[in-house]
C-alpha cells in the first residue's frame, strides 16, 4: 500500500533556529501533499497544500513566510519552520495524495519542541 | 462553510460496540473518510466511503451515511482495547487540490 515516510519524528530546536521536516512518499507519486500541525488533544489543523512544481496554497492565518514549503519532486515535500519560537512547538503531520489515488496517506508525524 | 463536529469521548466496554458519529456541513463533500490515531503517531486510514453510498462494511467497521442530514457514523463491532484511540472523521471537499476537513476527534476508550 501507499506508504509515507516523515523525518524526524522528534526535534528539539533553540528558539530562533529553523528546522526542516521533511515527507516522502515510498512507493507512489504524491502529486498533492498536505502539511498539519495538531495541538495537544485537538483536531488537524490544515496549514497548506502543495502540488509538486508550484507554490505552496496556505491556509487562513499561516504565515507563509514562517512556514516555508517546498515540494520540488513528486515524492519529496519539506516544511520548514523559519525562527523558531516556543510557541511554534506542536506535532506537525503530513499527508500525501497520488494521482487516481481515493485516499490520503499519513506521515508517522514530527514533534517539534522549540526550547 | 466547512465544518466537522464529533463527540469528544466515548468509553465502552470491551465486547460490546462502539459507534462513533460526526456531522458535516459541506454538502460538495466527495468522500468521508475514518481515521484512527494512536497516543504520539501519526493518522492510519480505517475506512472511507464514498459521498453516494449509503452504507460501507469491512470486516468488524461498518459506516452509515445520511447524505440529507450530512450524518455519518462508525461502528466498530466487538470492541477491543486494542481499539482504543482518537477517531477522526474527515470530509473531502470538492474542488481545488480536494484537501481534507477533520472533525475534532472521538477518544474511545475500551475498558473491561
Known amino acids: 500500500g501507499a506508504v509515507v515516510s516523515q523525518h524526524p519524528s522528534r526535534v528539539i530546536c533553540k528558539s530562533g533556529t529553523s528546522v526542516k521536516i521533511e515527507c516522502r512518499s515510498l512507493d507512489f507519486q504524491a502529486t498533492t501533499m498536505f502539511w498539519y500541525r495538531q495541538f495537544p488533544k485537538k483536531s488537524l489543523m490544515l496549514m497548506a497544500t502543495?502540488?509538486?512544481?508550484?507554490?505552496?496554497?496556505?491556509e487562513q492565518g499561516v504565515e507563509k513566510d514562517k512556514f516555508l514549503i517546498n515540494h520540488a519532486s513528486l515524492t519529496l515535500s519539506t516544511l520548514t519552520v523559519t525562527s523558531a519560537h516556543p510557541e511554534d512547538s506542536s506535532f506537525y503531520i503530513c499527508s500525501a495524495r497520488g494521482l487516481g489515488l481515493y485516499g490520503y496517506t499519513f506521515g508517522s508525524g514530527t514533534r517539534l519542541t522549540v526550547v | 462553510g466547512e465544518d466537522v463536529e464529533q463527540s469528544l469521548f466515548l468509553s465502552v466496554r470491551e465486547g460490546d460496540s462502539s459507534v462513533i458519529n460526526c456531522t458535516y456541513t459541506d454538502s460538495s463533500s466527495t468522500y468521508l473518510y475514518w481515521y484512527k490515531q494512536e497516543p504520539g503517531a501519526g493518522l492510519q486510514l480505517l475506512t472511507y466511503i464514498f459521498s453516494n453510498m449509503d452504507m460501507k462494511q469491512d470486516q468488524r467497521l461498518t459506516v452509515l451515511l445520511n447524505k440529507k442530514d450530512k450524518h455519518l457514523s462508525l461502528r466498530i463491532a466487538d470492541t477491543q482495547t486494542g481499539d482504543s484511540a482518537i477517531y477522526f472523521c474527515?470530509?473531502?471537499?470538492?474542488?481545488?487540490?480536494?484537501?481534507?476537513?477533520f472533525g475534532a476527534g472521538t477518544r474511545l476508550a475500551v475498558h473491561p
Open positions: 502543495s502540488n509538486e512544481g508550484s507554490k505552496a496554497t496556505y
Open positions: 474527515a470530509e473531502s471537499i470538492a474542488g481545488g487540490y480536494n484537501k481534507l476537513i
